[in-house]
Each structure stands twice: as structure tokens, then as C-alpha cells.
């Protein structure tokens, strides 16, 4: 099949599919800090398993690129302030809007990730072409929880939302019921539910060995009240009072030395035995990731989680929240993972212990969410998925 993907990206996840210096360069220079690790794993296995893929998403300056089996045009985004802030998002739009009419002529299908700027444009084409789209998180609650001053770049993205959420021709894909169940109460419509890939490189099938010391991790691309990050640095400093020798890193772009937030809680005695990594590329992770005890999702709302399957892939064992959107139903209700209540502090602590002082429990678990891991979530079986279901939306079109 022919397949357009429309989604924001770090597009230096690709640049395997780009062997030769020049492209790689090309990527380098255009690359922005984002992470969309469901996206990027979901093109690659698209490409592996002989389909033709071009790209569109925004970057730093305009270019195109060839590779073999995809195509990926970057689109220079907006960057005047303060009308990013603003309406940023539809002069985005317009522009990707602009090279999708020149580009998708001999496609099959386009699938649009997010329900902002990539599909808003991407919707104006569901006479000529099928579209897709995969709800990636929920506009309304992010908006609730965001700062004042979020809140009104926040509030344009709500009226994006609305726009392609409304649009009855666009085929809509959930990446877990949590998230269909919203989709459906709100909107009326019963959508598929196709959860996120992990790509097979990444698990772990070697033996483990359970790291003797209290290191925890935690990995998130921001740092807003959604992601929580805050309450699990309260938790973890209530944790150094019994076992100092214990250790958080603490892994994405919000988490560096430079950060005024993170200067902010250093001031506060936030950081005490906290190393702030930054942004990793995929494949260091997995070396931050084996010298874990301990993974901590502190999110208060998640539509999936890649990064709970990045530690189920790795065999850490998982604590998150009880009630945070589709971590339930990812971590099986408990039965792959630890459910506390992650807006409490002491949850946090105590549950961090249990897994602690609980090794071969703990490793029960891990291997039975690597199991589970191999059975659900190759990137393979969800490629398939996804064709499918192209395939029957195609069909009906006939």
C-alpha cells in the first residue's frame, strides 16, 4: 500500500531510513525536540514490511527527502511570536494543507495523528482520498488542567479539535478504550481501537539481574500539571529519609540543568540525589532502563503510555496511577504493573517500598508484562492493524 503519514515528529527517529550523509545531515539541522515514539515505530515497520510511506510534518525550514520506501517533506513551522501562541496552529495547518494537495494524488490512504494541526489539514481531503486519524490524547482535559497562560494556546487547540472531531468523513482510530470510550460519549461514534506499537529491537530476551540499588526512573516529555513530576519528587524525598542511597533520574526535554523550573526546584531542595538527563535518543534509553529497580509513571492522565511499554520491553517493573486514563487497562489492572494513587505522595513512597523489598514477586510480574508485551504490542501485529483496517475502509469505498 501507499500510505501518507501527517504527524508531528522528531525526524531524527528516521534517519535509519535515510542511510546516505546528506539526508542524515538534512535531519539533524530540522529536527525539533518532540516525542512521538508510537508514530515514528508505526512508519518504520510500515517501511520494513514493504509498503510505501511519505511523511509530512513540520520542521525547522522546508525540504524533502527520498529514501527507499518513504519520502518525508518537512514543512517549515510558524515561529512568530506571539501568534504562535495563538493561531500558530492553523497557519501551521495551512501549510501542510498546501503540500498535502500537491503530494497524495497516487496514495491509497493518509493518517493523520493527533486531532490538531496535522489532521485538521488532513481532512479537507476525505472526498479524494480515505482519511484517517488517531486520537492521540484529550483536548478538553489537558486544557482543564494547563496553567492560565497554556490554557489560551490550549483553547485554539480545542477549536482544531472540535473541527476534525465533528467531521463525520474522517475515519477515527483510538489508541485504547479508555480513549474510544470518550471519543463515543462525547461524540456518538464507535471507533476501532488500535493500541501503540513497540518495536521488537527494543525488548529484552535475555536473563535480567535485578539491580541491587534503589534506582528509579522516570521519563516524560513535559513537566505540567498532567504529567505530575512534582508530586513523585515529594514522594521520592520522603523515600531518602529511610533508604538514602536511593537515586531518581528523571528523562525528557523539560529535565535539564538549564530549566528555570528545574533551577526553581533546586532552590526548593527538590533534586536531593535527582539527576537530570535531558532528552535521550531511543536506543540510550534502553541502557537507563536497565539499570532501573524501579520505573515511576507519575502522569494523572494518560490515553496510553508508550513509556510503560518501553519498561515492560526492558522487564522493570512499572508503578503508575490507578486512575490516570488507559494506564489501567495497559498495565492489565494491576496484573503487569503497580496501581496507586499518584496524586497522594505517600502512595507513591509506599508503593515504591513494596516493590523495593518485594524482588521475586516483583519479578513474576515483569516477565508476565513481557509476555503479554510479545503477544499485543510487536510492532508487526499492530502494523497489521492498521492495514487492515485501511484495507476494509477501502473496500467500502468501492
Known sequence: MKIGIVSLMNINALSELFPDENSKEVLKLNARNLVATAVHTLIKSLVSEGHFVRVFTLSKNNFYLKGKGIELYGIEFYDGYPIKYLWGDFIDSKRIRRQLKNNISDLDVIHAHWTYTFAFASKFYTTQIPVFCTVRDWATYIWKIE????????????????????????????????????????????????????????????????????????????????????????????????????HLSLIGEPFTKESESMQLWEKEGMLKKVSLVGLVNHSELQKYLDKARVFVSPSLEETFGNTLLESMARKIPIVAGISSGAIPYVLQHGELGYLCDVSNPNNIYKTIEYVYLNPEKVEKITEVAFDVLNSKYLDKKITEKHIELYKSVLDNRK
Open 147 to 246: 496553567s492560565t497562560k497554556n490554557k489560551i494556546t490550549w483553547s485554539f487547540r480545542c477549536i482544531l479539535n472540535e473541527l476534525v472531531l465533528n467531521n463525520k468523513k474522517v475515519n477515527f482510530i483510538a489508541n485504547s478504550p479508555y480513549t474510544a470510550a470518550r471519543i463515543e460519549k462525547k461524540y456518538g461514534i464507535k471507533v476501532p481501537i488500535i493500541p501503540n506499537p513497540i518495536n521488537q529491537s527494543f525488548l529484552r530476551y535475555d536473563k535480567t539481574t535485578i539491580p541491587e540499588n534503589l534506582e528509579i526512573i522516570c521519563i516524560s516529555s513535559s513537566n505540567d500539571k498532567r504529567k505530575n513530576v512534582r508530586t513523585l519528587l515529594l514522594a521520592f524525598q520522603q523515600l531518602l529519609i529511610k533508604y538514602p542511597h536511593a
